[in-house]
């Protein structure tokens, strides 16, 4: 049992004067059998009331409005959060547990998970690659997924910034480039082709200066997949660090794909350019030690906004913080 | 009330005033044309018709200006859809606000702006329109007029009959200055003590143009002197063209429009007006001499675009912070 | 055969009367609303046959140029936007009523609020326990595959549970003489202005023939729609209830504007409304004023950029979340496009045994579902003889009249079935019935349908369906497409007491 503390801040800047921004975030950590959030502060800043509901998958939002102008939009998020180690898996599950698959998902209770989604469909690239890495129903599920987390993770190279927050899954196959989204959904994709139910997660991943080493991620905002297996249930896999979910994965958000759970989403009217910075900072302890401003570390990322006719418009503002 | 539905009530009473100036200034100018229409005061007639309508300036054909030209000119400020300022774009423009407002109209102040619309665009295509103009532009003009008048009979004297009218009056004063303005332009004059050289029946046209030509001859001798005109198109407080007599109802609306709907954020709105009212109140042609025409017009032109300005600031789309904070 | 010997029941009727009906067509296998086959009037029909038989042509021609005009000077038109000018246009009308007598409204009354009711408690049980879908009595996918299904509704409390206050349902009339629906329109139904219209327009252009007849009135729509708006919110007759409207190019613009008017509410456009803490208010003159209940005239995927479409400008950003929240009703509510999806309408009557343990009092025409096998193969071999429709569309598109197409159209749609048979359904063609219209100097019998408007209160016993609804003529001679958009009219409907 671990338990994380969490900093994330969010700085929006705008090159002219916003008003009337409604926004929702997703970043409160779930409650559920393998973890716990214990804590969540969000501030903002101008000041706004933040109040908050939950999505059809049960993932907390909070959300608010500034009315005012302003230049400038900051979320400090703050949260406490126990995870648990995951019960070990068994080495492999018997070939009936297709049958099994089949016959759930016959009941259609796992028909979001088994569906193609915005990001998550399948393409004529998606099946040269899936040949071209071997994936195929031979073996039983559990066997055939984690033989297809190793397949993603050698076949496509993890580079930051390699693709945008709205990229399909056809740019990273075609470059064997990407970041942890492409990875999940190419997994996602593949998996619900295959029949087994698959499910995005937004979450952070820590890392210690040992596992920074060897992992080459760079963010601690992170994604992966979680994979529905009989007998065993949600079984959460890795495929941009070929590993299976462990304790130092802590989960925010489930869904379908990228579209239904990004950290934030808002709509501003004003017609303004926007840059985006974020900062994550995770330690093991509770210790309040963190650094006083992690958005000089941060990546970001600037939007154009052009404005046609005079009458500024609300505008969605779908400029989001990427799953690195 | 919606603050989108008194933004279009305003513009309602402002493309209405708007289309009845300009069909009144279409039918005096025709009609002058008529008995005139040779002689060299044709010209600069057509020339601050355009001016006063804020139009480009008509063509001119060896060295005067080209008749066929100016009367196609003036059919297109009669029909010319595209153009805000013709009848036909006035009109459309004031129906499409009547249209998103039609709940709050009285069905018979809507109908009968619809028929108005209607009976205009059949109009459009009329072969011998300038053969029966003269009946058409009386025709056009009582309806519009009629429209004030059902105005003020089937609608509830609430907000948005309020803002009808102060859209309605700011026109107004929009015009008779612009009528003012064009008239001086063209004569080129800037400083005050020119007023006394003019040309009477010149005089005679902007009266008529403002429909005031009647009122003139009950107040002064009947030989229009241009400073009588500018004292009396400006300063008059019974004349219901002038820009006096506008602003004092400009400003006495305003007063009820913040009663009625208990606003705080009314201050600067009337103020503004306040000042204007007080000003040509107190002000004679000596004061208007002093400070030449052209710069007084300009200054209550200015007055009214503050006006307009801060009608948006305190009704239509005021900041929303103001009113959480 | 026409009708060469029209009686009446003193039988003193002039040659020139009776040259009016010398063009009317009946025919045995189409149901006629105001002929038996016997070419003898049916009982409500007898006493307009004989207004009619009394007014010359010319008069009938008179009074429909009266009523033609009295609708475009009252601007209830839709903009027709050509290259170079924009027209106005009537929706066309036809002056003669149809009539209906009071035992067959009944049939419709009670059918209807059953099946609206049972589509309800559908749609609740669908957006929380799935029980209907668990035991199988509708497909599942069927209902997760379909384009309106709102995910995000799962699990949200809809004010009074009532999910659909405003419905249009269209009835045609088979040849036996029995109405059956063909459709539900569950999102933002349109054309009860039009009905009301038509009324006014007739009363004003036909005012001697109302004497007598014993019409029921239809003019207490406007309130009874507002009172169910009022109930779906605690604050009742206090609540600050608006239309939102998507704006003056909607083709609907008018009926907006004339909703509000008879209501006496705010027509709002997205733009006026905004969410503050969770609430939605309007911008007025004096302020900020907060809101109750929207009755939304702008689809599901509109209503929110924050949420769904997100380039939509018609919408208010964060109203969905103000919405779970239960700080703001939406009539409809989000989601009910499921129910009317037109193969998920092919369950309705299980829907009704399902819930109400009742069998349908109205009748569903026959539906194929092209994503079952055997029916679409049925479908495929039989296209010159069906309707074929596509699931999402509405307004007469998307549609293949099998007897009336081409070899080219019957392919196109072979191919488009094939492709995504979830999309389309089939129907038998139908003999929709024919009622009189008096087209260029004659009467002349036209194909016609039947939208009755339901306000749904909860329970069936609280819902209204004013007496009649728009009754839509196909106006092309032979043609069975009712919709305005294809050449299709209206006219006035009237219920009958006690006949």
């Not at chain 1, 090159?15 to 975030?25: A, H, I, K, L, P």
């Not at chain 3, 009324?199 to 239809?218: A, D, L, N, W």
């Amino acid at each position: 049992m671990k338990y994380y503390t969490i900093h994330h801040h969010t700085r929006y800047r705008y090159d002219s004067e916003v008003r009337e921004s409604t926004m929702e975030v997703r970043m409160q950590p779930r409650t559920d059998r393998q973890q716990r959030c214990l804590n969540f502060r969000l501030e903002v800043r101008p000041h706004a009331r933040v109040l908050t509901t939950s999505d059809c998958m049960q993932n907390a939002i909070h959300y608010f409005d500034i009315p005012s102008r302003h230049a400038e939009l900051t979320l400090r998020a703050q949260t406490l959060v126990m995870v648990q180690e995951p019960d070990p898996l068994p080495e492999s599950l018997e070939e009936s547990a297709w049958k099994e698959l089949e016959v759930d998902s016959a009941t259609g209770q796992h028909w979001d998970w088994l569906t193609p989604s915005a990001f998550a469909r399948p393409t004529p690239l998606l099946s040269e690659f899936a040949d071209e890495i071997g994936f195929s129903k031979d073996e039983d599920p559990l066997s055939v997924i984690s033989r297809l987390n190793q397949g993603i993770h050698a076949a496509i190279e993890y580079t930051p910034n390699s693709t945008a927050v709205d990229s399909p899954i056809d740019i990273a196959l075609k470059n064997r480039r990407g970041v942890c989204q492409d990875f999940s959904h190419i997994m996602i994709a593949l998996l619900r082709k295959a029949g087994i139910p698959a499910r995005y997660i937004s979450g952070y991943i820590f890392q210690d200066s040992e596992s920074k080493m060897r992992n080459d991620i760079s963010s601690a905002s992170h994604a992966w997949v979680e994979a529905f297996l009989p007998g065993i249930g949600w079984t959460g896999l890795d495929p941009t660090n070929n590993t299976y979910v462990h304790d130092k994965h802590i989960r925010i958000a489930l869904g379908r794909d990228y579209a239904d759970v990004p950290p934030t989403r808002g709509v501003y009217k004003g017609g303004a350019k926007s840059e985006l910075r974020v900062g994550v900072h995770i330690s093991e302890t509770e210790d309040e030690d963190i650094p006083q401003d992690l958005l000089d570390n941060g990546h970001w990322t600037i939007r154009e906004r052009s404005e046609d006719g005079g009458i500024p418009s609300p505008r969605p503002d779908q400029e989001q913080q990427q799953q690195q | 009330m919606l603050s989108r539905s008194a933004d279009s009530m305003y513009w309602i009473g402002r493309y209405m005033e708007r289309s009845e100036n300009t069909i009144r200034l279409l039918r005096v100018r025709m009609n002058f044309m008529v008995g005139k229409a040779a002689e060299a005061g044709n010209d600069r007639g057509w020339q601050q018709f355009f001016s006063a309508l804020r139009q480009p300036p008509p063509v001119m054909k060896n060295g005067v200006v080209d008749g066929e030209a100016a009367l196609q000119m003036a059919h297109n400020l009669t029909f010319n859809a595209d153009n805000d300022n013709s009848v036909t774009g006035s009109i459309n423009l004031a129906r499409t606000n009547a249209r998103s407002v039609r709940s709050q109209l009285s069905s018979q102040l809507w109908e009968h702006l619809n028929r108005l619309y209607l009976r205009l665009h059949s109009w459009r295509d009329h072969q011998n329109w300038h053969q029966e103009r003269d009946s058409f532009f009386r025709e056009l003009e009582s309806s519009v007029s009629l429209f004030q008048g059902l105005a003020l009979s089937s609608l509830l004297h609430d907000e948005g009959w309020l803002f009808i009218q102060i859209g309605g009056h700011l026109e107004r004063v929009i015009s008779v200055c612009s009528l003012l303005e064009a008239h001086f332009r063209h004569f080129g004059i800037d400083g005050g003590d020119e007023l006394e050289t003019l040309d009477p029946l010149n005089g005679i046209g902007v009266l008529r143009a403002c429909n005031s030509f009647e009122s003139y001859c009950r107040v002064y001798d009947p030989r229009p002197e241009t400073q009588f005109v500018t004292s009396f198109l400006l300063l008059n407080a019974y004349l219901p063209n002038s820009a006096r007599f506008n602003v004092n109802q400009i400003a006495d609306l305003l007063k009820q429009v913040a009663g009625a709907t208990e606003t705080r954020r009314a201050g600067d709105l009337n103020r503004i007006a306040g000042k204007l009212q007080a000003h040509l109140q107190y002000s004679q042609i000596d004061d208007v001499i002093e400070a030449g025409p052209r710069a007084f017009i300009t200054d209550i032109m200015d007055s009214c675009n503050q006006i307009h300005d801060a009608l948006y600031e305190t009704y239509f789309n005021y900041e929303i912070e103001d009113v959480f904070s | 055969m026409a009708v060469n010997s029209v009686t009446t029941k003193d039988d003193t009727v002039s040659e020139s009367a009776i040259s009016l009906f010398s063009n009317y067509a009946l025919d045995g296998t189409i149901f006629d609303e105001m002929f038996q086959g016997n070419g003898r009037p049916r009982l409500p029909y007898q006493k307009l046959l004989q207004s009619i038989l009394e007014l010359q042509a010319s008069e009938l021609t008179q009074r429909q140029q009266a009523a033609d005009l009295t609708f475009l000077n009252r601007g209830i038109t839709f903009t027709v936007y050509g290259e170079d000018s924009t027209i106005e246009r009537i929706f066309p009308y036809d002056i003669l009523p149809r009539i209906i007598s009071e035992t067959e409204w009944q049939t419709i009354d009670r059918g209807l609020c059953q099946r609206i009711h049972a589509i309800n408690l559908f749609l609740r049980d669908v957006y929380h326990e799935g029980r209907i879908l668990q035991e199988g009595k509708v497909p599942f996918d069927l209902i997760y595959s379909c384009r309106n299904y709102q995910r995000e509704m799962r699990g949200v409390k809809v004010s009074n549970d009532v999910y659909t206050s405003i419905v249009g349902s269209d009835l045609v009339r088979l040849p036996s003489g029995e109405f059956a629906v063909l459709e539900d329109n569950l999102r933002v139904p349109s054309g009860v202005s039009y009905m009301l219209a038509n009324r006014e327009v007739m009363t004003q252009v036909f005012p001697g023939m109302f004497g007598g007849y014993g019409i029921k009135p239809i003019g207490h729509y406007g309130q009874a729609l507002l009172q169910q708006l009022q109930t779906l919110t605690p604050k009742g007759r206090d609540a600050t209830i608006v239309l939102l409207t998507p704006g003056i190019f909607n083709s609907a613009y008018f009926e907006h504007t004339f909703l509000a008017r008879v209501m006496g509410i705010e027509l709002v456009e997205g733009a006026d409304l905004l969410i503050h803490d969770g609430f939605v208010y309007m911008r007025t003159t004096s302020g900020l004023q907060r809101v109750d209940v929207i009755y939304r005239r702008i689809d599901d995927e509109f209503v929110d950029p924050l949420h769904f479409h997100p380039d939509s400008v018609l919408g208010v950003p964060g109203l969905f979340n103000a919405y779970r929240a239960g700080n703001i009703t939406l009539a409809n509510a989000i989601g009910t496009g499921i129910a009317d999806d037109k193969a998920v309408y092919a369950f309705v009557p299980e829907m009704i045994r399902y819930y109400l343990g009742e069998e349908p009092i109205l009748q569903n025409i026959e539906t194929y579902l092209c994503l079952r096998d055997d029916e679409r193969a049925y479908v495929l071999e039989n296209l010159d003889k069906l309707v074929v429709k596509a699931v999402g569309e509405s307004g007469g598109y998307g549609m293949l009249i099998g007897p009336y197409s081409t070899a080219k159209e019957r392919e196109d749609f072979r191919a488009q079935i094939q492709a995504e048979p979830r999309n389309f359904i089939a129907q038998p063609t139908l003999s929709l019935s024919r009622a009189p219209c008096f087209i260029n100097g004659n009467v002349v019998s036209r194909h016609v349908d039947l939208r009755p408007f339901i306000l749904y209160g909860g329970e069936q016993e609280n819902t209204v369906i004013v007496p009649g609804g728009l009754t839509r003529v196909a106006l092309r001679e032979g043609s069975l497409v009712v919709n305005s958009s294809q050449g299709g009219g209206s006219k006035d409907t009237w219920v009958l007491q006690d006949i």
